[in-house]
């Protein structure tokens, strides 16, 4: 027991000494004597001159250092400079094994970080030099080599033992008045990080403490400065592997060109937990806000690898885009509506297996329109599910407004194809970017308006895997009828081919064409069968490149604007010789059953077959529609078949009949359609070569009879000289059956 008694006592005055020898250093030595030598070692182990301008100071309780004004130049310029640095730990929490920081204190830091022309830091700079220490010879390699002893295999998989977490504690943090200056040669930016400070206190692990930050960063291109404040407090465990953050409040506030010279406010707030170990996450009653806008959720992720867990839901509360636009100081977007834009919101849940963005619930307001639905996105492939479905929109409001006089200034067709022909033309298809999507989508829509037209209970389903881009299904209701439709682009080629399959079922063309274009030239139920395949990447390509035909079918309707009965009477009247008398002619022209097919070739439409039963008329034509000049050149014709006016110099005659009357259809139909159509003289004279022809036919007719008549007198004359009046009447019938 004596031993050990005596054993304690040499510890603790071997303790003593150290302690006395410690405080009679601190009080004897003067560490300003020692400012050259200091001085000196660091200019013989750097590029650095140091120049300490203020005292040196030290402590012995608590146990601490005092620098001040100290400054490092780099080749003749500041590098870094202090006005002050004081660290202090507690003395007897060392001898604890309890490091405790009493005091850490940083002010007036500056530091100046440039890069060169050639993208050199200075900082790369402040080492000097190390020459090449001499390589061994093979033989000394060899032997170090074997000298060495064995290491046994790491297995990763079996945790490190170090010693135990050391229980380290800070009293007080304060960083003030800190200042770092970076500026890059290469490229003009420059960044200036100022007054930049910390302060915290009562930092112990395992235990919540205080933090505060603020800073102000400017940056030259482009011109712009953040002005930050960030409180929270913070929490962390020993092994530095679970964190918390709680009653977090940021504030930014942005200025500079990215704003048009306007300041905005971004705040951040709420909590955060981290398990670095388990990899697990968790944001609770977190927000963000950019001027008008706000994001909130509260979140659970569990993985911090590329197959995260999400938990959660996730809400963008109702705002004005406009007025977001114009709080960042950006151009306004203007719409032939104004009131649109002004009411956006979105709400979700946030889910789905790991690696696997899932949206549920998912609620999309756009002003007066509603999408719901859900959908999910694949973190590892980038595939996409959607499947949204919406009630009302009316996208004409969100056009951008027609300018006063717009109409009347736009070129011409042919003007404008030459101006466009003129400038380059850009591909229509990221090839690339198609070819990486992994798409399957399936969206709806109760009611669209688009271009004045409305389409009801719209459908449409689209897929996308290796480039080839599919629209399984897009269908709905249009003006009294149906439609539907499915494509394809096949983009797994460098000459991408698209395929385009459509049906149309009885859409009334007399509203859809007032709808759409304003013009009102035809009407009816149309029916419609498209089938049309092109290739290429370009409009003009696609264009020369087409191929297919459109058959079309409209059961009945009319013509209007036009009346194609006058000019076939024009045509009768002129034959007749005659002059009408009818003013009251009408502006329309019903038909029946009017049907043919386009032939599609590039940038023409042929047809050879159109056919229209009218009233007394057959309407037959041929002829080309060139789809980049808008010019139409159409030869038709009326077939006389029956009676077709009751005005008597329209009477069809003998002479008329089966005949036919040509019209012509020539001109731009993006100008004038009702100009179009009018009565072809120049082809008349055919017709009138058909109505000679029957006169001619009709007359030898005539003369044929008349001769068989006096044939007929002569002969039955003779043969009652002959045989008498009894059998006259006998001998009459059989000379009626010989001359007919």
């Known amino acids: 027991m004596k031993v050990i008694r005596y054993a304690i006592y040499a510890v603790i005055t071997l303790l003593l000494l150290a302690v006395a020898a410690v405080a009679i250093a601190v009080a004897v030595i003067n560490p300003n004597d020692y400012k050259p030598q200091i001085e000196a070692a660091v200019e013989k182990q750097t590029n650095l001159d140091l120049i300490l301008e203020g005292d040196i100071g030290w402590s012995f309780i608590p146990l601490g250092l005092e620098l001040n004004k100290v400054e490092a130049t780099l080749d003749g310029k500041r590098f870094v400079a202090l006005e002050q640095l ?80 050391l229980n380290f504690n800070v009293e007080n943090v304060e960083i003030s008045n800190a200042n770092v200056h970076y500026n890059d040669l290469s490229t003009g930016q420059s960044v200036t990080l100022e007054d930049f400070t910390v302060t915290a206190s009562n930092i112990t692990l395992g235990s919540e403490f205080p933090l505060d930050i603020r800073f102000r960063v400017e940056t030259s291109q482009p011109q712009f400065a953040v002005d930050g404040s960030i409180s929270a407090r913070l929490k962390a465990n020993q092994a530095l592997n679970d964190f918390a953050v709680s009653g977090l409040s940021a504030v930014f506030d942005l200025s500079g060109e990215p704003f048009g010279g306007k300041s905005v406010t971004a705040e951040l707030a709420g909590s955060l937990i981290a398990n670095l170990e388990d990899e697990t996450a968790s944001l609770s009653d977190f927000t963000a806000s950019l001027a008008n806008l706000k994001l909130s959720t509260n979140l659970n992720v569990k993985g911090f690898g590329d197959k995260p867990a999400l938990d959660g839901r996730l809400e963008i509360a109702e705002f004005s885009l406009k007025d ?255 002059s009408l008398t009818t003013t009251d002619w009408g502006t329309t022209t019903p038909f029946n059953d009017m049907h043919g097919t386009l032939k599609i070739d590039g940038n023409t439409l042929n047809n050879t077959d159109l056919v229209a039963a009218l009233a007394g008329m057959r309407l037959e034509g041929n002829g080309n529609v060139d789809l980049e000049q808008t010019e139409l050149d159409y030869e038709v014709g009326l077939r006389i078949v029956g009676e077709i006016h009751r005005d008597e110099a329209c009477r069809v005659t003998e002479y008329v009949e089966n005949v036919v009357i040509p019209v012509e259809c020539r001109g731009n139909f993006s100008e004038d359609p009702a100009g179009l159509c009018s009565f072809d003289g120049s082809r008349f004279r055919d017709t009138l070569k058909d109505i000679a022809a029957n006169a001619a036919k009709a007359k030898a007719k005539e003369e044929v009879d008349r001769a068989k008549e006096k044939a007929e007198e002569k002969v039955q004359e003779k043969l009652k000289e002959k045989l008498g009046e009894d059998t006259g009447g006998k001998v009459k019938d059989a000379l009626k059956g010989l001359f007919n």
């Open 86 to 165: 004081i660290a202090q730990i507690d003395f007897w929490s060392l001898l604890a094994m309890s490091p405790q920081v009493n005091t850490f204190l940083l002010d007036g830091l500056d530091a100046h970080l440039e890069v060169n022309e050639e993208g050199e830091g200075n900082w790369a700079r402040i080492m000097r030099e190390q020459s090449p220490a001499p390589q061994a010879s093979t033989s000394d390699r060899s032997e170090t080599s074997s000298e060495q002893p064995e290491q046994a295999p790491t297995n990763p998989d079996t945790p490190s033992t170090g010693g135990e977490a």
């Open 324 to 578: 977001l636009l114009s709080n960042l100081g950006q151009a306004a977007i203007e719409t032939s509506d104004p009131e649109v834009l002004t009411a956006i919101a979105l709400s979700t849940n946030l889910g789905g297996k790991p690696g696997v963005a899932a949206l549920s619930d998912l609620s999309i307001t756009l002003d007066d329109t509603l999408f719901t639905g859900g959908g999910s996105y694949n973190l590892g492939n980038g595939g996409l599910v959607f499947n949204l479905e919406g009630d009302k929109l009316n996208a004409d409001r969100y056009l951008p407004p027609e300018a006063e006089g717009e109409a009347a200034a736009e070129p011409k067709p042919d003007t404008a194809s030459r101006n466009t022909a003129q400038q380059p033309e850009a591909d229509l298809l990221p090839l690339d970017a198609l070819r990486a999507l992994l798409l399957d989508i399936d969206f709806g829509l109760g009611e669209l308006i688009v271009s004045n037209l409305t389409i009801n209970d719209i459908k449409a389903s689209t897929t996308a895997r290796d480039g080839l881009l599919q629209i399984d299904e897009f269908s709905g209701k249009l003006y009294s009828g149906s439609f539907g439709a499915n494509a394809s682009i096949d983009a797994r080629t460098d000459n991408p081919k698209w395929k385009i399959r459509s049906e149309v079922a009885n859409v009334q063309t007399l509203p859809l064409l007032t709808d759409l274009a304003e013009v009102d030239m035809l009407s009816g139920g149309a029916n419609l069968n498209v089938a049309v395949d092109t290739n290429g990447n370009r409009v003009s390509a696609l264009r020369s490149n087409a191929k297919g035909e459109i058959r079309f079918n409209l059961a009945e309707g009319e013509f209007r604007q036009m009346n194609l009965t006058r000019m076939a009477c024009q045509g009768i009247a002129l034959a007749n010789q005659e």
